[in-house]
């Protein structure tokens, strides 16, 4: 079969592209074919057509040109990627077939266009390089926003993986194609990108890296000789960016070592149950912790604070310094909303320069940059004489750029096109040729105003007009009314229904000079854009240093912002394990619950440390807690889990550097947080929710140190009543005994209670209750001591259970309670037994069984083996055809 030429062209860059989707441009459109073609069809809606009707038809799909982002955002929602592949030269000046060449790659991972992120949220792509040898149980890992150039890498434990992609949150992956399909819960929601192996060793990674960043070695980055795993993963980023961008990579200015030990480390099911930077139900940022205590101005304030909840600090020192910053930032409340006012009016500098350095800005784009440039004076300006350090360090690295921003403003007009290609972007007076051509064209153009009146005078035919189309040029138009009157010299072009159209050899001279001036001053504009474009990226670093430090100066004063309207309260940091909250608030309920709704509590506990030197600390300190393990029971939706995550969540927001809702708190810092709260199936990942409870609790208690903190709630549930009793006792006890860290446990066991008489380290709370006429009033406030009953019967009336129902229920736990009594104590002597508590009602208990009776009336003496085994036939029946309603008597 033979095939065109350009059918030629487009295969070759369909194979180039491998399973990108290929949009092949073809004049105003991109097109897409075969089994691309069917593909879009589905997924992008497009009308599939066909191209060589005949005997071999090719499917065929396109949309318009300009359409181009609004599709690639479809492709890359599918989890597609596609390949662009470009008319390299203008057709009409082109011999024989347009050249064509694929110019960039497009997936989630490697977008750079603002119509394809969102700008509160960085977007990276990440390798993992995995198995090397030398490094056992260790992976790489390096992860870039292409998006503002960040661009990190780090060592993990090959175990804390999941951890690590729960932190970092990239919409794609880079593996090798040689390493085992990838876990559900790395890849869910990604798009996974596979690469030769050879991009993941160390020569390659050696060589791409030395290359892009100039150095001799890699000895300069600051990463170890066994993080040869993290410059694996590294160049293979470098390389896959290299194939797939196809331009300059110039803003990626360097690679940061990231050690997972300097931050607080939060496990991947922590993150998620405390709702950090996503909601549990809608896996969005409205509606967690980032949320709700994000006040930041700018998209590149709202991306940095995410990256600081990622990894809070853990060093004391270096929490204080933001602390100092915020504090004072919150007593100079007018400095704080100037500097907040002019932040409003910058834009996203990160992502414009990454277009500016990838050839991809706009003129205005560069427009923008000029008005960001010219908002840092006001910006540095409220920050000068600031005593925190760390503002005065922002400020002093606030580059003002003043002579790159003279030259974009002297250069540009106010409001810049989208695009270069019609120009008109270069103010007047800033180039003499450019002004000379505008004015050839401009005199060109009265010529033809002129030209018309002259024309209408001489043929006395008053509609003559001077047009303009691509085909014909210039023209004179006479409607056919007039057609007698048409003079000799006007030659005849094109007849339209109305009119006829004509040229003159006069016009057609005086027609070259007006395009010769306007193409020359097109393609002045663009060399003047070209120009001002690379100025900027010439000073990428001045610029990327200062977006950073704007960046902070936002978060900062967001937190500033927060901390005044909602009465947050500067933290004491410790080095010590000790929390000692005062009228704590949790942050998210504390903003959404009515104003004044949210009830505050107190906490105060200290991790069982062996140091005497530590002690001797506490025991001098004002606060003097004295136990590690606080059980809190009481009531379902009494507000305990609301009280444990609220420590945790405190204590979160302390160490990013940020206010409190409190009104006061000592926070020890915390090496790791853990949260076990509620019980989610994980079916998607075929685990059962008591599977993934306990994998989660094996974790915790593995893995938690005497400087954690640990928040668990109801334990044990997900199994039955005894079982889940004596895992819940088991690991108190362990928390207590062995690891001595600070421990939040929430539980409806009351059983477990009875551990602080045993304890020393463990304290009761509960949440109080008050019953009036009836009724039950939940106060949401914590106070010590054990709860002494359940409330279900409360809790089902407030859901809405019948009316007949819930008395029928109450009438049962009266009589429950009364054979309970009689009974005495429940029929669990080790571990937990009860001083005079009722117990907790367990499911043997309830369960006085009809059957139960007729079994405990049998006269085993007078009766025969025969008998004895008709009547357990029978109980069998009679349960299997559940004859037998369970009621107690
Ligand atoms: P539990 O864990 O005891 O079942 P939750 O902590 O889930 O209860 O709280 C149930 C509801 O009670 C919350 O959704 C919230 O509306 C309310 N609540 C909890 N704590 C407080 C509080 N301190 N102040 C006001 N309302 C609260």
Excluded at 739 to 754: P, V
């Amino acid at each position: 079969m033979s095939v065109t030429p350009m059918m030629q062209q487009y295969h070759e860059a369909k194979e180039a592209a491998g399973d990108a989707l290929l949009l092949f441009r073809m004049g105003d459109f991109y097109e897409l074919f075969f089994e691309d073609a069917k593909t879009a069809a589905r997924v992008l809606g497009l009308s599939l057509t066909s191209r060589d009707k005949g005997e071999n038809p090719v499917a065929m799909a396109g949309f318009p040109h300009h359409q181009l982002d609004s599709y690639l955002t479809k492709i890359i929602s599918a989890g597609l990627r596609a390949a662009v592949c470009e008319q390299m030269e203008d057709p009409r000046q082109a011999k024989g077939i347009v050249k064509r060449a694929i110019t960039r790659v497009v997936s989630r991972g490697t977008v750079t266009d603002d119509a394809l992120l969102n700008p509160a949220e960085s977007n990276f792509l990440l390798a993992i390089s995995r198995n090397l040898p030398k490094s056992e149980g260790k992976s790489g890992l390096a992860w870039i926003d292409i998006s503002t150039g960040r661009f990190e890498a780090a060592v993990v434990s090959t175990a804390k993986l999941d951890d690590e992609l729960a932190r970092i949150a990239p919409v794609e992956l880079l593996v090798s194609d040689d390493s085992a399909p990838l876990p559900p819960s790395w890849s869910e929601g990604r798009l996974v990108t596979r690469r030769p192996a050879w991009a993941f060793g160390s020569e390659a990674a050696q060589s791409a890296l030395t290359k892009h960043f100039g150095t001799q070695s890699l000895s300069g980055f600051g990463f170890e000789e066994d993080d040869s795993p993290a410059l694996s993963a590294a160049g293979a980023v470098l390389d896959y960016l290299t194939e797939t961008q196809k331009s300059s990579l110039d803003h990626i200015a360097s690679l940061f070592p990231y050690r997972v030990g300097n931050a607080l480390e939060i496990d991947q099911a922590t993150r998620r149950s405390l709702e950090i930077s996503q909601s549990l139900r809608e896996g969005r940022r409205e509606g967690s912790l980032l949320g709700v205590v994000d006040s930041t101005v700018t998209a590149m304030g709202a991306r940095l604070l995410g990256d600081w909840f990622g990894s809070p600090l853990t060093d004391v020192e270096r929490i204080n310094a933001r602390l100092d910053a915020v504090g004072e930032l919150v007593v100079h409340p007018a400095v704080t909303a100037e500097v907040r006012t002019e932040l409003k009016a910058i834009y996203d500098m990160q992502r414009l320069l990454a277009r500016v350095t990838t050839g991809r800005a706009t003129p205005r784009d560069l427009c923008f940059v000029a008005r960001t440039l010219s908002s840092l004076p006001k910006v540095k300006a409220k920050l000068t004489g600031r005593s925190a350090e760390r503002l005065a360090l922002l400020e002093s690295r606030i580059d003002l750029c003043a002579d790159i921003r003279g030259r974009l403003e002297a250069a540009l007009e106010d409001d810049c096109p989208l695009t270069t290609r019609d120009g008109g972007f270069i103010r007047s007076g800033f180039h003499a040729e450019l002004d000379e051509q505008r004015e050839l064209m401009r005199g060109g153009k009265r010529w033809m105003a002129e030209y018309q009146a002259r024309a209408v005078e001489e043929s006395g035919i008053p509609s003559i007009k001077v047009g303009f189309n691509k085909v014909f040029g210039y023209y004179l138009e006479v409607t056919h009314t007039h057609r007698e009157k048409v003079p000799a010299n006007f030659i005849r072009k094109q007849t339209l229904k109305n009119a006829e159209r004509f040229i003159t050899p006069e016009l057609k001279e005086h027609e070259e000079k007006v395009l010769a001036a306007e193409e020359r001053s097109q393609d002045l504009e663009y060399e003047l854009f070209v120009e001002l474009r690379e100025l900027v990226a010439s000073a990428t670093r001045r610029l990327q240093g200062t977006a950073e430090a704007l960046a902070e100066i936002d978060v900062l004063a967001s937190m500033a912002e927060l901390a005044r309207t909602r009465n947050y309260v500067r933290p004491e940091m410790s080095a010590n394990p000790v929390l000692d909250i005062e009228e704590g608030r949790h942050p998210v309920l504390d903003i959404t619950e009515p104003e004044g709704t949210f009830v505050p509590n107190d906490v105060s506990c200290k991790a069982q440390v062996a140091s005497c030197e530590e002690r001797e600390i506490a025991h001098n300190s004002k606060i003097v807690p004295r136990n590690s393990l606080l059980l809190i029971t009481g009531p379902n939706m009494a507000g305990k889990s609301t009280y444990i995550r609220q420590v945790a969540l405190i204590t979160l927001l302390a160490q990013v550097g940020s206010f409190v809702p409190a009104k006061r708190a000592t926070i020890g810092v915390a090496d790791r947080i853990f949260a076990r709260v509620g019980a989610s199936d994980d079916l998607a990942r075929g685990r059962s929710t008591f599977m993934v409870e306990m994998t989660e609790t094996a974790r915790i208690l593995n893995t938690a140190t005497e400087r954690s903190l640990v928040i668990l709630d109801e334990i044990g549930r997900g199994t039955s009543t005894y079982d889940g009793l004596s895992l819940a006792w088991a690991v108190v006890e362990y928390l207590h005994d062995r690891i001595g860290c600070r421990t939040l446990f929430a539980t409806h066991y009351h059983e477990l209670t009875d551990l602080e008489a045993t304890h020393s380290g463990v304290q009761n709370l509960n949440v109080a209750v008050q019953e009036w006429q009836g009724e039950v009033v939940f106060l949401h406030q914590i106070v010590p001591g054990a709860a002494d009953k359940s409330y279900g019967i409360h809790v089902a009336k407030l859901a809405g259970v019948p009316r007949e129902v819930n008395q029928r229920a109450e009438k049962i736990l009266a009589q429950l309670e009364t054979q309970h009594e009689q009974k005495g104590s429940g029929s669990l002597s080790d571990p937990p037994s009860r001083n005079g508590h009722p117990m907790q009602m367990t499911l043997f208990e309830t369960m006085d069984h009809p059957l139960l009776e007729t079994i405990r009336g049998v006269q085993l003496d007078s009766t025969t083996p025969l008998e004895a085994f008709q009547m357990v036939k029978e109980w069998q029946e009679q349960l299997a055809e559940k004859k037998v309603v369970s009621r107690p008597k």
